[in-house]
């Protein structure tokens, strides 16, 4: 692959402004939003079947860990995608909600989840308390959950995880949307799909 990108790069500086492309960059952030997009739907792909078949929801996983390291945006790209759907999941509830049954049930995900997810979603809580408008007292409840979990770097920064790691990782994110989705209907009296 690599031998193509140097060809395309080659090509590419024999045009008008040259390789003004490659030095700004901008000619990798197709391969970003690619890989990026990639892992996303092979996640998105695994939290559909995480219920009913598991394995295949692993297999799928499994295909978003063996994508390449982003070098452009310089993270793991599965790693990205996995901390962004579970952003979304959680986002997704506080705009729709007008009372703290999103908080609620995150509180009590984060109480009921232990290992390296775990930080995932108490950094997750803290960016949502950092950056959204929310009101005093859900900032008081999230810094009170968060408290007796030390900060962690931030989920796309850690390239130093083997792949058995990423995979316990990233499955135990998903595990937490389930959760968090479980919690939710729960607290609404009803059930999960």
């Avoid at 003004?20 to 996640?43: K, W, Y």
């Avoid at 996983?61 to 790209?77: K, M, S, T």
């Avoid at 408008?133 to 083997?162: C, F, K, N, T, Y």
Wanted: charged share 30%.
């Amino acid at each position: 692959m690599m031998d193509q990108l140097d060809a395309y790069f080659r090509e590419r500086a024999n045009r008008a402004f040259g390789d003004i492309d490659a030095v700004s960059g901008r000619t990798l952030q197709r391969f970003s939003f690619g890989l990026m997009t990639a892992a996303q739907n092979l996640l998105s792909k695994a939290l559909r079947h995480w219920r009913t078949d598991r394995p295949r929801a692993m297999r799928l996983v499994d295909r978003a860990i063996a994508l390449p390291f982003d070098d452009h945006e310089q993270h793991v790209p599965v790693l990205a995608a996995a901390g962004m759907i579970l952003f979304d999941y959680l986002i997704d509830e506080v705009e729709a909600g007008d009372d703290d049954t999103w908080l609620e049930a995150a509180v009590a995900v984060l109480e009921e989840t232990e290992g390296p997810a775990r930080f995932v979603l108490a950094e997750t809580l803290r960016d949502i308390e950092n950056d959204w408008e929310l009101p005093a007292g859900h900032a008081r409840i999230i810094r009170a959950a968060v408290a007796p979990i030390p900060p962690q770097p931030p989920l796309r920064d850690r390239w130093d995880l083997s792949p058995e790691e990423t995979r316990e990782l990233v499955a135990g994110v998903l595990e937490i949307c389930i959760a968090f989705e479980d919690a939710l209907w729960e607290l609404m009296g009803t059930e999960a799909d």
